[in-house]
């Protein structure tokens, strides 16, 4: 996109044709004075009505020029590309006209290099005949040598268009949860003929921090200093009776940095309580520090000023059950059952993750406290000193952000050097969204198979088929459930098999019946909706005597206890006829999915802190960090190929309405899939067990949709 020819002129007649066509009117009117040279003139890119890119704004009103490049994913079905030009003003953002090119013009793959008149929303030409001049070329993903064939070669050099290059000869370590019982062995026979040894997340922390020397750097959603991080009775080590906040502050008394960015929950004040309403104890873990020398810092998520929050995950307490009001271990719990997905990096991409905590805390605190970089040369092993180089376990790895120029600093400000390392422009700022981008990457590479496990699962609202609501007006508009489901599509129409295997709590954490939880359920029900009905299309136009489900699963994870002699007798019994004496007397209740990883073709996975939803996927909503990695000599072309599916390996395919102990924890997910796509809960069972909370969720007629996407 390169610039425009706009001659404005205040020729207005006012015609009441609706409400928001009336006010643009006035807006043009009051604004067609001198004031009109002042304002900031963008334009925005659409795939019909999916918004997809962004120009900077530049104050030349009547011949603005941008020089912009973006690359763009691309999985809608669409007539046009249009181009939106809007002047930024006071009163809001004005209209001045679009510019749309048919997509008949680009589809088979030309260079398309021209002027396009803008037109008013009725249409016609705007006064003075104004122009906009575009570049665009569209490229099939079908045409792409690496479409479909998985890495195929060591050689593979990552993501591309990233702010972070792949790293080769790293170390990762992977943990299934934050912490195993000393007697936990999954039986998994690895390629090395050796059989998986499960890892120990917090015993590793634990090291680490004790071992650290220099610094220690730690972001988090919620830090809080009263977790021990050794568990085990069988496994004691000198120093593990002290808590978190002990250990760290005695390691900053020990001459460590220890620098701390912890979100700042902004309802932890009087009037809501002091935990905040997320529980994160971020005001108690400030001043828990203060006067010590730690140096802690409250991370602000404040769209009026650009800065964005950290992501990530501790358990707040022992005991945490925020399904059920007033629960607690006085009313014999349950706690809830956890399951997470971390990994351990190691080698050069350590480096990457050293930069991105940098460019954190320049921005929300300055240049206070870090270490220059000279003295971390003097300290640490330079990435080219690389310890992993010979190891044949060793990795390529690639780090993965979204994150906008609101919460670091250092993003290029020419347009063009953003776009060479991946970023796109804002109304107002830098944003990078290279998760998103490695998980299409990934999705667009597939062969076989993916398994993906996440909290949350919604989005591609440009293709849901809603009846009862405007889609459009939802804005969950990353690419990932559409990608999936066009994957499947593709498989299908190719005559192979391919399977996508999907893992996500029962519901999202937080009452099954409230309204922000039926809201988030009943945009999963759409999104799944949108992908069941594209891959039933598909298997109808190929003529195949197939179910859907056939190629796409999601499952849940759920426990279910006989009672034992010598248990724990609680003092209180929840109040009556509610969930919570309901899942008491059932004994039942779902494991709590939180991990956020893929793995494609059991050669690739991601993991990291973002799910899938909007506000992880956006880039300038919630600040997410992940990594993506393969190991060079286990490829799924090799004849010992690994594989990382281990976290699933051992699981049975049960039912919560078995009788006595569940033999496994893998659950179908409650719902019932028609050869054409609809989805309808199982016969029976509206909502899930032991709660009056519907499967399918409920549509909110209150809540904004940039709150639950």
């Known amino acids: 996109m390169n610039g425009l020819e706009l001659n404005s002129g205040c020729g207005i007649g006012l015609l009441w044709k609706s409400p928001k066509k009336f006010v643009d009117q006035i807006k043009r009117l009051v604004l067609c004075g001198p004031e009109i040279s002042g304002s900031k003139i963008y334009a925005t890119v659409d795939l019909d009505k999916a918004r997809v890119a962004r120009t900077r704004m530049v104050n030349n009103p009547h011949n603005p020029i941008w020089k912009e490049e973006f690359h763009i994913y691309s999985a809608h079905n669409i007539s046009y590309i249009i181009f939106t030009v809007k002047a930024d003003d006071p009163i809001g953002a004005t209209l001045i006209g679009r510019a749309y090119i048919p997509v008949e013009d680009?589809?088979?793959?030309?260079?398309?290099?021209?002027?396009?008149?803008?037109?008013?929303?009725?249409?016609?030409?705007?006064?003075?005949?104004?122009?906009?001049?575009?570049?665009?070329?569209?490229?099939?993903?079908?045409?792409?040598?690496?479409?479909?064939?998985?890495?195929?070669?060591?050689?593979?050099?990552?993501?591309?268009?990233?702010?972070?290059?792949?790293?080769?000869?790293?170390?990762?370590?992977?943990?299934?949860?934050?912490?195993?019982?000393?007697?936990?062995?999954?039986?998994?026979?690895m390629a090395n003929d050796k059989f998986h040894e499960p890892q120990r997340c917090w015993e590793d922390k634990f090291d680490a921090i004790t071992s650290a020397k220099h610094l220690i750097y730690i972001t988090g959603w919620s830090v809080y200093t009263e977790i021990n991080l050794v568990r085990d009775p069988q496994r004691r080590k000198p120093g593990d009776e002290l808590t978190l906040g002990q250990l760290l502050k005695k390691k900053a008394d020990e001459g460590v940095l220890v620098l701390l960015l912890v979100w700042d929950d902004r309802t932890s004040i009087p009037e809501y309580k002091k935990d905040g309403l997320m529980t994160t104890h971020d005001q108690e873990t400030e001043e828990y520090f203060r006067n010590t020398k730690v140096r802690c810092f409250l991370c602000p998520r404040n769209p009026d000023i650009g800065r964005s929050f950290i992501q990530g995950t501790t358990h707040q307490k022992d005991f945490h059950q925020p399904n059920f009001p007033g629960a607690s271990i006085r009313k014999g719990g349950p706690r809830v059952p956890w399951h997470d997905i971390h990994c351990k990096l190691q080698g050069p991409v350590a480096w990457d993750v050293l930069y991105n905590f940098e460019q954190r805390w320049k921005k929300q605190v300055g240049d206070k406290f870090l270490f220059s970089l000279s003295k971390l040369e003097g300290i640490t092993v330079h990435p080219l000193q690389n310890m992993y180089s010979n190891d044949s376990e060793a990795w390529n790895v690639q780090l993965f952000r979204s994150i906008d120029n609101g919460a670091a600093l250092g993003f290029p400000e020419k347009p063009l050097e953003a776009t060479q390392r991946g970023l796109v422009s804002g109304k107002n700022n830098i944003i990078d969204r290279s998760i998103q981008d490695a998980y299409i990457h990934a999705i667009r590479r597939a062969k076989n198979f993916i398994y993906i496990e996440n909290q949350y699962f919604l989005g591609s609202s440009f293709g849901w088929r809603s009846k009862d609501i405007n889609d459009a007006d939802i804005n969950a508009l990353h690419l990932i459930p559409k990608e999936l489901s066009l994957k499947i599509v593709s498989k299908i129409e190719a005559g192979e098999r391919?399977?996508?295997?999907?893992?996500?709590?029962?519901?999202?954490?937080?009452?099954?019946?409230?309204?922000?939880?039926?809201?988030?359920?009943?945009?999963?029900?759409?999104?799944l909706e949108m992908m069941y009905t594209d891959i039933s299309e598909a298997i109808q136009r190929k003529g195949l005597n197939a179910n859907p489900r056939d190629y796409l699963t999601f499952f849940c994870l759920g426990n279910k206890e006989s009672l034992n002699g010598g248990e724990y007798v609680p003092p209180e019994t929840p109040e009556p006829d509610t969930d919570y004496i309901r899942a008491q007397n059932a004994r039942r209740f779902m494991i709590y999915v939180h991990s956020k990883m893929m793995i494609v073709d059991d050669e690739y996975i991601i993991i990291g802190s973002a799910n899938i939803n909007q506000r992880s996927m956006d880039g300038s909503r919630d600040s997410e960090i992940a990594m993506g990695a393969f190991q060079t000599n286990h490829l799924a072309n090799s004849t010992d190929s690994e594989g990382e599916r281990y976290m699933l390996s051992g699981c049975h395919y049960v039912t919560l309405f078995m009788v006595g102990d569940l033999p496994g924890h893998l659950l179908r997910y409650p719902v019932e899939v028609s050869k054409t796509g609809v989805l309808t809960t199982l016969p029976g069972f509206e909502h899930f067990p032991d709660t009056k909370a519907k499967v399918l969720g409920t549509k909110s007629e209150y809540l904004f949709p940039i709150l639950t996407t």
């Not at 000869?169 to 998994?188: A, M, R």
């Not at 519901?507 to 999104?527: C, F, N, Y």
Request: proline share 6%; with cysteine.
């Open 498 to 527: 391919f399977a996508v295997y999907i893992v996500l709590p029962m519901w999202p954490e937080g009452i099954p019946e409230s309204r922000s939880v039926q809201a988030i359920l009943d945009w999963q029900k759409r999104t």
């Open 106 to 189: 680009i589809i088979k793959g030309y260079v398309v290099d021209r002027w396009v008149e803008i037109l008013d929303e009725e249409h016609n030409p705007i006064h003075g005949n104004s122009r906009i001049h575009v570049k665009l070329q569209f490229s099939s993903v079908i045409e792409d040598a690496h479409w479909s064939q998985g890495l195929r070669s060591p050689n593979y050099e990552g993501v591309p268009w990233t702010f972070f290059n792949q790293r080769q000869c790293c170390k990762v370590t992977l943990y299934q949860d934050s912490h195993v019982e000393d007697d936990f062995n999954p039986g998994i026979l």
